[in-house]
């Protein structure tokens, strides 16, 4: 029988290498004895690469869908490509309204609105937080995670109180935090204080802004942060620094269900390293396919996106829902 052919389109050289390959171990860890055939090809933060590279699987009828890219850029091509070129693409990419006026484009990533949706729903849903501030740098991810966590605030009920941005790369916060201490005053009748902030940057400079506001009002306010705010697992200070943060992530590898753990535990033995957010997501994203492909009569490309469509909850992928 032909094995169903799968394009991977992932960054194998250049500056982000790294993490396209952490995705193709996790990628290839999930298709090991199974049918499904992963033909890996570089996408090397490349827009006119990856439209070329779309194009050219595109052409050959045994490929039945693709994989990725991971950069926003080369993810934009790839899906405007594969639209145009009448093949399924499943994105690994945060780059937002990838899929709008795409029917063969689907995405599987951990977006900026899943994000702050998930947080706000956990600390507004959950916890009775209602009112918020934001203290974001001075940049494109900044003004972004600040746009989205402001739409999102009024879908959910919540009240931001004010909000404040540093230089991007900025260590002393002193001065910057001077609108955001004004605005907070605790005690007073009708006044602006606020129950969490919210911080969308690295590990490292949240956790510079959480030291140096210790000792002040902020303290004691609820600091909230983006999946960036995960800090490395030999970072002692900033993770002792960051205790008592909240932030969202796509996968965790102390999670007790068995299935991670099998994954972990398999990752682990092949490449002998523990696996991380996107060798997990490679992982998962191999495994569904292999599941819907299961199917002993074969699928055609142009069955794909309804099939795709009608995935649900599967017990051996519980980060998949």
Same mark, same amino acid.
């Given at each position: 029988?032909v +094995?169903p ?7 194998? *050289?250049?500056n ?5 390959t952490?995705?193709k171990q996790?990628m290839?860890l999930?298709?090991?004895g @199974? ?10 933060n490349?827009p006119?690469?990856a439209?070329r590279t779309?194009q ?6 045994g490929?039945l ?5 991971? &950069? ?9 490509a594969?639209?145009?070129?009448g ?8 780059k937002?309204?990838? &899929?709008?006026?795409r ?5 599987v990533f951990? #977006?900026?609105?899943l ?18 501030a ?8 900044g003004?972004?995670? @600040?746009?989205v ?8 009920g919540?009240?931001?109180? #004010?909000?404040a941005t540093? !230089?991007?790369g900025?260590?002393?916060? #002193? =001065?910057v935090? *001077?609108?955001l201490l &004004?605005a907070?005053?605790?005690?007073t ?7 969490a902030?919210?911080? !969308?940057?690295?590990?490292? =400079?949240?956790a510079?802004?959480?030291?140096? =506001?210790?000792? *002040? ?18 970072s002692l ?5 960051l205790?008592g943060?909240?932030f969202p992530?796509?996968?965790?590898n102390?999670d ?5 753990q099998n994954?972990?535990?398999?990752y +682990?033995?092949r490449?002998?390293?523990e696996?991380e957010?996107l060798?997990?997501?490679g992982y998962m ?5 292999t599941?819907?492909?299961? *199917?002993?009569?074969?699928?055609d ?8 469509? @009608? ?7 519980p980060?998949f829902?």
């Amino acid at each position: 029988t032909v +094995r169903p052919v799968i394009g991977c389109l992932l960054p194998l *050289s250049g500056n982000f290498a790294p993490y396209g390959t952490r995705m193709k171990q996790g990628m290839e860890l999930a298709a090991q004895g @199974s049918r499904l055939e992963l033909q890996f090809q570089d996408c090397p933060n490349d827009p006119y690469q990856a439209t070329r590279t779309v194009q050219k699987l595109s052409q050959d009828p045994g490929v039945l869908a693709l994989l990725g890219p991971l &950069t926003s850029g080369d993810a934009q091509a790839a899906a405007q490509a594969a639209q145009d070129s009448g093949i399924p693409l499943i994105a690994l990419s945060q780059k937002q309204n990838l &899929t709008e006026a795409r029917p063969l484009v689907f995405q599987v990533f951990l #977006t900026p609105r899943l994000q702050v949706r998930a947080l706000l729903r956990y600390t507004l849903g959950e916890r009775g937080l209602q009112r918020y501030a934001i203290f974001a740098p001075d940049s494109a991810y900044g003004r972004a995670m @600040s746009k989205v966590f402001g739409e999102e605030l009024v879908v959910q009920g919540g009240i931001l109180v #004010t909000q404040a941005t540093y !230089p991007s790369g900025n260590k002393d916060f #002193t =001065t910057v935090l *001077s609108p955001l201490l &004004t605005a907070f005053q605790p005690g007073t009748e009708g006044g602006s204080t606020f129950d969490a902030l919210f911080i !969308p940057d690295d590990a490292v =400079t949240v956790a510079a802004i959480a030291a140096q =506001t210790a000792q *002040s009002p902020l303290g004691k306010v609820q600091f909230l942060g983006t999946n960036l705010a995960k800090p490395r697992a030999d970072s002692l200070d900033t993770t002792q620094a960051l205790e008592g943060i909240l932030f969202p992530d796509a996968f965790f590898n102390n999670d007790p269900n068995p299935a991670v753990q099998n994954f972990v535990t398999a990752y +682990r033995q092949r490449y002998g390293t523990e696996p991380e957010y996107l060798a997990a997501q490679g992982y998962m994203v191999v495994r569904l396919l292999t599941h819907l492909l299961e *199917s002993p009569t074969p699928v055609d490309r142009k069955e794909m996106p309804q099939k795709l469509m @009608s995935l649900r909850d599967i017990p051996h992928l519980p980060w998949f829902k």
